[in-house]
């Protein structure tokens, strides 16, 4: 028996128990076998199957068919095609005309949803998966028949153009206000590596690049020898799944060309150094970025072995905010600094552990050098035995947490290993658990200092327009070389706060008394001269605190341990001066960056990281509305209810903290990491209606100027100041005395010491939805935005008042119209052939405003608006005057609709919002059994949807939005 055979067959012990690094064998640089549960072959024509029993699958078997092509297999005259190759195997199958997972017919008859048809394309593999019942022959023969055909696809020049459209779609809907930056991005990128490519002129390539040249890129790649399947359940009959996969997938023929991995090229070059500029939307907004970049040489070279994966979980723990992405954060912590650094993990696909530094243009070098001190100091006297130790506990509860029984982490690993070629070993979970375990603070240094050999290898930089000679190599990397001159200075860990408020206050918080509301008590409420009859949700308790706050006490909570908290009052922003308003809504997030008590911000964040609520709890004045909301493990929920307090009663008032917030929200929004176009959409609209919504983008931006620090103290303290006038909901899974007796002390002092009124102070703020039909169009240009947009965002919307809001069933049936609207639209992309890519419907209620509101939303070309604009009005004036097909309607309603409210329902989360809904809106759905709304969904019948449609899809209702650019504009 050798070595390996030992250490499988004794579970590691003899491995796992060897004392150091240094100790060690050779067994952990030796090639490991794949874990014998798997069934793995290789047929005569290169294809590989791996087949897994799994108990614990959810009544599925995961079916994957990953192809070994991605992104970096391309070059630059094949730009996107990997991509490209991925959405057409939906449509040019040579049995899968139309798109399967947008068949309705066909996913009835196999029991299965859309979303269990899927690809996604990465950066060395495209992956497609169809998801099935356990056992269902019909519905496994479909799935295998289908990863056929994507080895046979019929690649139609009139599909292949038909499909250019949806990827332009896509990549302007993902990326929006940041395609600028991220086309100077990959430009940069691709002169940094050899296996990435520069998307800049993807525009013009996707609209140019010939057929032929993607069934060439499609025929070299795409062959069997490059293909796996994956097939993870609980499979009864492996002999027979294991004949069927031979038979349907042995006449594959066709090898792949060698592939020189362009990765091994990259470790190999020379370091590299790269500097792009951006130009600016605003003059003076654009930072300075550098990334750099450290090589990984073994993680590809010793792939196969247990070395191999030690290394990744070592990348992994580094990256920790408690190691080092804990002291680039230490280092930024303070008030107006445009300092910031964060490192991502060298992982098996890219073989380079990752720093980004940001910083202003007046401070890069600073930035820079701070960055590099930290990382000599790291490899030169390491972490200390604090940092260890908290971050291996870290690493190692997240690795406890990870169930082997799930068919979902199977997949992912046997992914890893067949793309990758990563060690699948017996017990590979177990195995790094106890090396990690063991593995002393001393060896750890000594591994980080092995990595971080070299420091820096590689080196990006984006800067502002014109500032290309400011960042030469040779200036850089002198900065560099400045502070690795230096002898390094030991890190001192920063002192963490032991306590929120001190024994002699907590001491001095009294439990108070509380009255209980009888359980068979109901509320008579008067609303718009209707009398409203509430009726207690199931299983809560209702207690009014001797302060006047109310308490719902909810276990229902299906997730041990977690305690969620909300509390609501009906004061906010419409309670203030409309020239106040920004004042109002800011006011709470001007406090979260103060800080509360005796704590700063930054003291209140070293407090937390102690803590299950890391992220603190979450004040908010909305227009209608104020609270606070959070969330902890039961043991640390005694700290959030002493945070909870602090908030209400010390919040800290402090000028540099104010003005930090608004460097801060204005970087956000001028260097926005997320699409503004949409929250910008969303804003204009819900103006033109009335709704006022709490805005975002950048009418949040416009009203940064507009907000006041002495106006939002006063105001936030005139709100949380007055307790009487807060609800409380309380849920999870959790002791009823142990939390009430805490809610007592905690909640049940909060002050009553303002005497502000609820009703609107400014009466212009209250509007009516316009008369349709309706039709408005503007541009980021019209609302001072500063980019540009290449597609055009347009809404065809239907908003009817509402009788009463309090009715869920005509809920339900709006709801329910909207699934099977939003079902019928993706026809506007598969079967009219529209150049779209981000296409919805959706029907719900809008509380605010009293109304049902039923939309169809899209990106779409502005040489199509028009005619799609046509296209969705004849669809809705089919739904009003036809039936769906009866497939199709069950499909919706019976698969996805339901299941979506199944799953609403077991949520602790969404059952604090249904609390929420209940004592604020009135609404029922906390007073419903899961089977009572399961059974009117399932009553619904294909004449309720059209009667729906013929109520509610009317011209006098109608209105439609359009927001594109005055001109579209392609930047270089």
């Not at 009959?237 to 997938?249: C, G, V, Y």
């Not at 009005?873 to 009866?886: A, C, D, G, L, P």
């Amino acid at each position: 028996m050798n070595v390996i055979k030992i250490i499988l067959g004794m579970g590691f012990l003899f491995f796992m128990n060897l004392p150091s690094l240094s100790a060690q064998t050779d067994a952990v640089e030796s090639p490991l076998h794949l874990d014998p549960s798997i069934r793995h072959g290789e047929l005569a024509n290169g294809f590989s199957y791996y087949i897994k029993h799994v108990e614990n699958t959810s009544g599925k078997f995961n079916m994957h068919l990953n192809v070994k092509t991605g992104s970096w297999h391309q070059r630059q005259d094949q730009l996107d095609f990997a991509h490209t190759i991925e959405h057409l195997a939906f449509t040019c199958g040579q049995n899968f005309p139309l798109n399967p997972a947008g068949n309705p017919e066909l996913l009835m008859s196999l029991g299965m949803k859309k979303f269990d048809i899927d690809g996604r394309t990465e950066n060395l593999s495209t992956s497609y998966n169809f998801d099935i019942p356990s056992n269902n022959i019909n519905a496994l023969d479909t799935g295998l028949l289908w990863f056929h055909d994507i080895s046979n696809l019929v690649l139609t020049a009139i599909n292949i153009d038909t499909e250019r459209g949806s990827l332009r779609q896509e990549v302007t809907y993902k990326l929006g206000s940041m395609m600028q930056r991220w086309f100077k991005k990959t430009r940069m990128d691709s002169q940094l590596f050899p296996f990435e490519l520069d998307y800049s002129n993807f525009f013009n390539h996707n609209q140019n690049f010939s057929p032929d040249s993607l069934r060439a890129f499609y025929n070299q790649w795409y062959q069997p020898d490059r293909m796996g399947l994956v097939i993870v359940g609980n499979i009864t009959h492996m002999d027979t799944l294991e004949r069927k996969i031979k038979s349907q997938f042995s006449d594959l023929k066709g090898h792949s060309k060698p592939w020189t991995d362009t990765r091994m090229e990259y470790l190999e070059r020379p370091n590299q150094f790269v500097v792009v500029e951006l130009n600016e939307s605003k003059k003076g907004t654009t930072p300075v970025e550098f990334y750099l970049y450290l090589r990984e040489n073994k993680m590809i070279e010793e792939r196969h072995t247990w070395k191999s994966l030690q290394r990744e979980l070592i990348w992994n723990v580094l990256s920790k905010l408690t190691l080092l992405n804990g002291r680039f954060k230490e280092a930024s912590k303070t008030y107006n600094t445009s300092f910031s650094a964060f490192g991502h993990s060298a992982i098996k696909a890219f073989p380079a552990y990752t720093i980004k530094v940001t910083s202003s243009r007046n401070h890069a070098r600073e930035a820079l050098q701070k960055t590099i001190r930290i990382l000599h100091q790291v490899r030169e006297l390491g972490f200390t035995r604090e940092e260890w130790e908290n971050a291996k506990e870290e690493q190692l509860t997240i690795m406890k947490s990870v169930d082997t029984t799930m068919s979902n982490y199977w997949m992912q690993e046997i992914k890893d290993h067949f793309v990758y070629e990563t060690a699948l070993p017996t017990g590979k979970k177990i195995g790094l658990q106890q090396w990690l375990t063991k593995l002393s603070l001393e060896d750890f240094n000594k591994l980080i200092k092995q990595y971080f050999s070299d420091i820096v290898n590689d080196i990006g930089v984006i800067v502002p327009h014109g500032q290309r000679s400011m960042y030469s190599e040779a200036k850089v990397r002198s900065w560099i070389e400045e502070v690795l001159d230096e002898i390094p200075k030991v890190y001192l860990v920063p002192e963490v706060p032991q306590r929120l408020l001190s024994t002699k206050e907590v001491s001095s918080l009294k439990e108070v008394h509380y009255s209980e509301m009888e359980k068979t008590a109901a509320e008579s409420i008067i609303k718009n001269g209707r009398i409203l009859r509430k009726v207690r949700p199931l299983g809560v308790r209702e207690l009014i605190l001797n302060n006047g706050i109310k308490v719902v006490l909810d276990t229902s909570g299906t997730r041990n341990n977690k305690v969620y908290i909300h509390g609501f009052s009906p004061k906010g922003a419409s309670s203030f001066p409309e020239e106040d308003y920004f004042s109002a809504i800011n006011a709470p997030l001007i406090i979260k960056n103060t800080g509360v008590g005796e704590m700063d911000k930054f003291e209140l964040e070293r407090f937390l990281a102690t803590t299950s609520f890391w992220q603190g709890v979450f004040p908010y004045i909305d227009e209608k509305e104020t609270g606070i909301t959070g969330n902890a493990d039961l043991k640390d929920f005694e700290k959030l209810l002493q945070l909870v307090y602090l908030y209400f009663t010390e919040p800290r008032n402090d000028l540099e903290a104010f003005e930090d917030w608004k460097s801060k929200e204005k970087n956000k929004y001028l260097n926005a990491t997320s699409n503004t176009i949409i929250k910008d959409y969303e804003a204009v609209m819900a103006e033109i209606l009335g709704d006022r919504e709490t805005p975002q983008g950048t009418k949040r931006f416009q009203g940064i100027s507009k907000t006041n620090i002495n106006k939002a103290y006063k105001i936030y303290k005139e709100i949380y100041s007055n307790a009487k006038d807060f609800t409380f909901v309380v849920s999870g899974n959790y002791p009823v005395d142990e939390v009430l007796s805490l809610l007592l002390k905690y909640l049940g002092n909060l002050p009553n010491l303002s005497s502000i009124e609820i009703g609107p102070k400014n009466k212009k703020k209250e509007k009516k939805i316009p008369k349709g039909p309706l039709y408005q169009e503007f541009s980021p240009q019209d609302i001072g935005a500063f980019y540009n947009m290449e597609s055009v965002m347009y809404s065809l919307r239907f908003i009817v008042p509402v009788t009463n809001p309090t009715d869920w069933k005509e809920q339900i049936k709006v709801e329910a119209l909207g699934a099977l609207l939003e079902a019928k639209v993706q026809d506007l992309r598969h079967v009219n052939g529209f150049a779209l890519y981000n296409l919805r419907a959706f029907g719900k209620l809008n509380r605010d405003l009293s109304c049902y509101d039923i939309e169809i939303r899209l990106d779409t070309d502005p040489e199509e608006l028009k005619a799609v604009s046509k296209v969705c009005k004849e669809m809705v004036s089919e739904i009003k005057n036809h039936y769906f097909k009866e497939a199709r309607f069950k499909e919706v309603i019976q698969n996805r609709f339901l299941n979506q409210y199944k799953r609403l329902q077991k949520s602790t989360f969404q059952r604090l919002r249904q609390l929420h809904d209940f004592y604020v809106y009135n609404e029922a759905w906390a007073t419903l059994s899961e089977s009572e709304i399961e059974c009117y969904i399932t009553s619904l019948t294909r004449e309720d949807i059209r009667e729906t449609a013929q109520k509610y899809l009317n011209k006098s209702s109608l209105m439609e939005f359009v927001m594109q650019n005055k001109k579209s504009i392609h930047y270089p």
